[in-house]
Each structure stands twice: as C-alpha cells, then as structure tokens.
C-alpha cells in the first residue's frame, strides 16, 4: 500500500476482520502516568478512571496494558485512520479557517458514549483494527506533504494515545507544524498540563451539563471535564467547546442556560461554543436527529445569556455556522458546510469595525 | 497441548461413575436448577497436577449426575449431536495456575468423542491465541486432531450485540464455528467483579471486555449474557474447581490458591455462580479475609442476571438443587 492510499483511501473504513495480532514492539513504549501497586498491580494515572490492572490485564480503554508490572501503551505510532480534513469539520472555527488539518486517531477511548460515530475504532483494541506505522517525525512530514499546517488527533480519544500526541506535537512544532487536539476532555490535571504545554489548539466535547447523562449515556463523569476546561483557560490554550445535542436527554432550557452561565463565569464569553445536530447511531437509535429548532433555541438561550461565539453545527448552511463580529454583526468568517467561503478579518481583528476576534488566525510558518 | 483421543472408557472407570453417580439420581424438583459439585479429596496435592484418571473419573461422575444418566456416556451424549461442533471457552487470561486446567480439558474432549463428535470438531478457544498458549494448550498443526483457536485468529463479526448497556462484536469461533459451547471457567477471586465464574467467562466472546468491568461488572455481564448467540448455545458449565483462588484474582495468586478438587457443573450460570461465590466466601471468612460485600467487590451482576429484566436463572438458594457427589 503506498502512502497516499492509506491517507486517502484504505483507513476510511476500519476492518475488524480476523487478523493475527502478533505483538509489535514498535507501537508498545511505557506509558507515562501511572503508578505501580503492589502484587504486580498498576494504577493508571492517565485519566480520572484510574483504572487498577493486574498483571496482562488492560484498562478500560482497551489500548494500555500490564505487562509483569509495568504498564504500556500499546498504540504509539499505531495510527488507524488518516484523513486530511478541513479544521471546520473538527470543529475548530477560530483556527486558522480555510486550512486543512492531518487528521489521525489510534484505537481506544475512555468512555463509551452511546451515540459514539466513530466505535468501531474508539471502542475496539488495537490489535482488532488495521493499522499504519507512523512515528512521530513522519506524521509531522506528512502533514508538509499534504500542505497540512496542523496534525489532529481526532476520531477516537486522543488522551488514550497521550504519549504518542505529545511526541508528535513536538515533532510537528520543530518542522513548523501545529498540533490540534480533539478530546471529550476526560483527563487527569498534570497529563493535561504537559498536553497544554505542547499543542496549540483543544476542542472539548462537552457532552452535557449534568452527571446524570454522563453516567448514563458516555459512561463517565461530568466534573473533571469542566475542571479540564478551566486547566484549558488558566493554561492559555485556544479551546473551543461542542455539545451534541441529543432529543430528549440534554436540551431542556435549563441546561442550556447553565451551560451558558457556567461557560461565561469560568471560560468567559468569547469561547466559542458549538451545538452540533444528533443523528441516531451505535446504541442509541432509538431516538430521532435532532430538531433544527432546538439547536436554534439552545443558540437563542446562550446569545441572551450574553455568550459572543454561538455555532450550530451538522447543519449544512445554518447561518450560525459562520463567525459574527459582536460588536458590529457583520460576517467575519463565512461558512457553508466545512467550506469557508470568505474571511473579513484583519490581523485578528473585524474588517469593518476593528473589533479584535479572539482565536488564532495565522500561519506562522508558510509549508 | 495437542489433543487426540486418547483411552477409551473402561469399564472399571464406568463402574465407577455409575456407583459415584447413584447418588445423583434421586430426582430433582422440576423448577429447582441443579448445580452438582463432584469432588475427590485425593484429587490433587497443594500444586501438584492432577492425575488424569482420577480427573475423568471425577467428571464422569459429575456430569452424570447432572443429567441423572444411566452412564456417563449417556450423559455426553446429551450435551451434543455427533454432527455438531462443540467448542470448548476456557479461561486463559491468567495463565497456569489460575487458568482451565489442560488436564480437565483433555478429559472432556476425550468423552466428547466417545460421544461421537470428531476431534476436528472439538474447538478450544479463548481470546487470544497467547492466553491460550499461556495456559498450556497449543494449537494443533493437523486437521484431525482438536483445535485451540483465540479470537485473534477467527475474528470478531460485524454485527452488534445489544442488550440494555451493552454493546459488543461477537466471537466468529462462537458466532459461525460452534453450534454448542461448554462454558470452562475456573473457580477463582476477581479484583474487580469479585468473583469469575459462568457469567463473567463470557467476557472472552466479546470484543470489548475492557467496556464492561465498571462498577463491579453490574449490569454489564448479566447484559452480555442476554446476547442471543451466548445464551443459545452455551449448554452446560462445567467450572474448574480444582485448583481453585479466594483472593488476588484474576491474576495467580499462590499464596492465595487451595486445592479444592472438585467440579461445579450446570446449565443455570446464574445458579452456579451463586453456588461458586458462596464457596469463595466461606474460604474467604476462614482465611479471615474480609467478605466481597466489605471490599466493595460484592458480585451483583449476579442478582441483575437473575432478575426480571434477565431471567438468566436463579440465585435463590431455595430454588437451587445442590447435589454434592
Ligand atoms: S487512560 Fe485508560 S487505563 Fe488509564 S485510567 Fe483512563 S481508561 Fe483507565
């Protein structure tokens, strides 16, 4: 297989089909964040799970393992999916817009969100999706290739693949590339902390605003992710935040307004914050997508609530899905899809009335 | 291991099941689920293997008197049609010592051929090809003899299962190669479900086990257990209680092991499950270790397994017919 189809063709489909899955050194380094317990027994340290794992046992994410009491990860370099993608379809709307991003995930999340779009790879092991060996200082040479001006780490759950996103962030700021990372945000503060010290860009799916549903419907915990986002705003990296609104589950008006306010308080105003559409897959297909109109009354509820960066999102040619000076309401970043159809900025500030727009808006490299 | 036929059935061995087994014959009341735990007090010294003679022997009598059969091959017969192919899921994960013993394994694949199914229709699996290895069972390089096959070789299909929090790809070898499965666990302690027994192996059938361990493993074991494929063609447990470990599972533990010698056998995983803990607890009381409910590892997945959302069978012990052979 030559390089390009792997980029552009073979990884699009994930197979689980049988495969021997010889181990191979090359994907497996020690993870960083754990600690060892007695009797063999480890405890990760990676994400708030802090998973206990015997002896050849793995944690919940299915992709770190115990081996004699040391624990490894077993998916360093071991990329299966590859995608050039537009920075839009991340979303990342306040990141150099009109520019692609090397687009790549390994096996493996920790949790699994019922409505996951991407399960069969984030909710399978390695060994049981075919996979390419790129090590970090070839990603950052593919993405030159490809005129990416920033690697993704994307798909699945890149805080499970931690190791391998930090190495490559590095690889890619030595070669002039950036690093983007898109995480449900289910991570532990000094993980995080190294994380923020190397990458440029974090988008947090936040997946509602009560425990509740994050018990129930993502199999995790709602707090450390809004401890993340502020380790984010405190740390100084851009972030943007989505939340998929699902029928019935998380769009009543009262979340809504709490996540305004909560997003207004602790991340300020213009963090952007994107309502992204449902659409039933994996284990929830019982419910139907989401109504345009909800989408349009969670925006309505955080405008008023006094939020400057409202999108709607999987709604093809919704008005929200461009970028509006808040100051003079004319279109900064016009969008139709992932497409950008015409930018109104100048140095980072609106064209027509020279209200500064907060992101980061250019290259500082040329590829 | 390479498994073959090996003796036939002798006639002392017979005479044997059919004595030890009389005492199982007594009938059971229909809506109870029996449980038979057969033992041999001789089985095994502390780490030794054990004999394979005395190990037939012991499974003779236990599955005979499971199904109340006149003989032991009587029983075997009823477990599966000569035309079917009968896999075998052991538990491997842990290695020797704390996985199905090889020695048990041999045993059941021997009656099952005297039962009339083929060696090439006898599959030993699990979900690695290492664990097995691990565990002692190799697999076998020729077409006649009995396969041991880890799902890393056969495959996981495209189809998912679902039942209430579970979501899962299922085995190939359990989904497409088998038409019945005798469900091998062993008889040991589970860090974080509290005990592996029937309900907990199935976990090897599945592609993300890792999914499914939060909160002791409740509800998402008896969920897995709902998957059709799982409930269909398992037919019988047969947990290896031989060798058997109150604490530090899954991993072996030696100093937490002790020779049980014995064989817990019935359909109702629910049953034996129930059964096993409870054995697990006494041990566990007279080693003065805390019970699972102190630990916060109490074992509820297997009352949600029992309950109206799962009918998987019973953990009343009033409902369960526990015959000691
Ligand atoms: S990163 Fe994986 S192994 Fe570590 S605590 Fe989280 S789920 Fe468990």
């Known amino acids: 297989m030559d390089r390009r189809r792997f980029v552009l063709d073979s990884l699009a489909l994930p197979c689980l089909a049988a495969r021997a899955a010889a181990p191979d050194a090359r994907f497996t380094v020690e993870a960083r964040f754990y600690e060892k317990l007695p009797y063999k027994k480890i405890k990760c340290k990676l994400c708030p799970r802090e998973c206990v794992i015997d002896d050849r046992e793995r944690g919940y994410c299915g992709v770190r393992e115990n081996r004699g009491g040391t624990y490894y990860s077993l998916v360093y370099s071991r990329v299966c999916a590859a995608h050039v993608d537009p920075i839009e379809k991340k979303p990342l709307f306040h990141f150099l817009p009109g520019t692609q991003a090397f687009s790549v995930a390994t096996?493996?999340?920790?949790?699994?969100?019922?409505?996951?779009?991407?399960?069969?790879?984030?909710?399978?092991?390695?060994?049981?999706?075919?996979?390419?060996?790129?090590?970090?200082?070839?990603?950052?040479?593919?993405?030159?290739?490809?005129?990416?001006?920033?690697?993704a780490y994307t798909y699945s759950?890149?805080?499970?693949?931690?190791?391998?996103?930090?190495?490559?962030?590095?690889?890619?700021?030595?070669?002039?590339?950036?690093?983007?990372?898109?995480?449900?945000?289910?991570?532990?503060?000094?993980?995080?902390?190294?994380?923020?010290?190397?990458?440029?860009?974090?988008?947090?799916?936040l997946k509602a605003f009560s425990e509740k549903y994050y018990k129930e419907v993502v199999n995790g915990e709602l707090k450390p992710v809004l401890d993340a986002l502020v380790t984010l705003r405190k740390q100084g990296v851009w972030h943007e935040v989505v939340y998929l609104v699902v029928p019935t589950l998380n769009d009543s008006d009262a979340e809504f307004r709490g996540l305004a306010r909560w997003v207004k308080t602790e991340l300020g105003p213009d963090v952007p914050l994107h309502f992204s559409r449902?659409?039933?897959?994996?284990?929830?297909?019982n419910l139907p997508p989401t109504p345009i109109a909800t989408l349009d009354r969670a925006k309505s509820i955080c405008d008023a609530e006094g939020l400057h960066y409202v999108y709607i999102g999987n709604v093809p040619g919704h008005p929200a899905e461009s970028t509006w000076c808040p100051k003079c309401r004319r279109a900064v970043v016009e969008r139709a899809g992932f497409t950008v159809r015409a930018i109104h900025l100048?140095?980072?500030?609106?064209?027509?009335?020279?209200?500064?727009?907060?992101?980061?808006?250019?290259?500082?490299?040329?590829? | 291991m390479g498994m073959g036929t090996q003796a036939g059935i002798t006639r002392r061995n017979l005479l044997c099941a059919g004595l030890g087994g009389a005492v199982a014959l007594r009938a059971a009341a229909p809506e109870k689920s029996r449980v038979v735990i057969a033992s041999d007090p001789a089985l095994r010294a502390t780490f030794a293997s054990p004999e394979s003679a005395r190990v037939l022997k012991l499974l003779d009598r236990a599955v005979q008197s499971f199904y109340a059969a006149d003989s032991p091959l009587a029983a075997w017969k009823k477990i599966a049609r000569p035309n079917e192919v009968v896999g075998l899921k052991v538990n491997?994960?842990?290695?020797?010592?704390?996985?199905?013993?090889?020695?048990?394994?041999?045993?059941?694949?021997?009656?099952?051929?005297?039962?009339?199914?083929?060696?090439?229709?006898?599959?030993?699996?699990?979900?690695?090809?290492?664990?097995?290895?691990?565990?002692?069972?190799?697999?076998?390089?020729?077409?006649?003899?009995?396969?041991?096959?880890?799902?890393?070789?056969?495959?996981?299909?495209?189809?998912?299962?679902?039942?209430g929090s579970a979501g899962s790809l299922l085995s190939n070898t359990l989904t497409k190669t088998c038409d019945a499965v005798i469900n091998l666990p062993v008889l040991k302690d589970h860090g974080i479900a509290g005990v592996t027994l029937a309900l907990k192996n199935v976990f090897g059938a599945i592609h993300n086990p890792n999914k499914y361990h939060v909160n002791a493993g409740n509800p998402y074991i008896a969920d897995v257990n709902m998957f059709p494929a799982i409930r269909q063609k398992i037919r019988l447990t047969i947990c290896d209680a031989i060798s058997a470990?109150?604490?530090?599972?899954?991993?072996?533990?030696?100093?937490?092991?002790?020779?049980?010698?014995?064989?817990?056998?019935?359909?109702?995983?629910?049953?034996?499950?129930?059964?096993?803990?409870?054995?697990?607890?006494?041990?566990?009381?007279?080693?003065?270790?805390?019970?699972?409910?102190?630990?916060?590892?109490?074992?509820?997945?297997?009352?949600?397994?029992?309950?109206s959302a799962h009918r998987l069978g019973t953990n009343d012990p009033q409902r369960i017919d526990l015959v000691k052979v």
Not at chain 1, 159 to 172: C, R
Not at chain 2, 122 to 145: C, M, T, Y
Request: hydrophobic letters at 35%.
């Open chain 1, 107 to 151: 096996a493996g999340c920790n949790v699994n969100c019922k409505f996951c779009q991407n399960w069969d790879i984030s909710q399978v092991r390695p060994e049981q999706v075919e996979s390419e060996y790129i090590p970090p200082r070839n990603l950052a040479a593919l993405a030159r290739r490809y005129n990416c001006p920033s690697i």
């Open chain 1, 157 to 205: 759950e890149p805080v499970v693949f931690s190791e391998y996103v930090l190495d490559s962030a590095e690889a890619g700021r030595a070669a002039g590339v950036k690093s983007v990372v898109i995480s449900g945000g289910y991570i532990q503060e000094e993980p995080l902390k190294q994380l923020c010290r190397r990458v440029d860009a974090v988008k947090i799916d």
């Open chain 1, 278 to 285: 449902f659409y039933p897959q994996y284990l929830l297909k």
């Open chain 1, 346 to 367: 100048d140095g980072g500030k609106c064209h027509f009335c020279h209200q500064p727009i907060p992101g980061i808006w250019e290259r500082t490299s040329r590829l």
């Open chain 2, 92 to 163: 491997c994960l842990s290695g020797r010592g704390a996985a199905t013993s090889t020695v048990l394994v041999e045993a059941i694949g021997e009656r099952l051929q005297q039962a009339g199914i083929p060696a090439r229709n006898i599959v030993v699996w699990d979900r690695l090809n290492s664990d097995l290895e691990s565990a002692g069972f190799q697999p076998a390089s020729r077409k006649d003899r009995i396969r041991c096959l880890g799902n890393d070789s056969a495959g996981y299909g495209m189809d998912l299962a679902v039942f």
């Open chain 2, 245 to 307: 470990q109150y604490e530090g599972g899954p991993s072996y533990m030696p100093q937490w092991s002790w020779s049980f010698n014995g064989l817990l056998v019935a359909r109702d995983p629910v049953a034996l499950d129930y059964t096993g803990w409870q054995i697990l607890e006494r041990k566990r009381a007279e080693k003065g270790f805390k019970s699972l409910r102190d630990l916060h590892r109490e074992p509820l997945y297997i009352a949600t397994a029992a309950d």
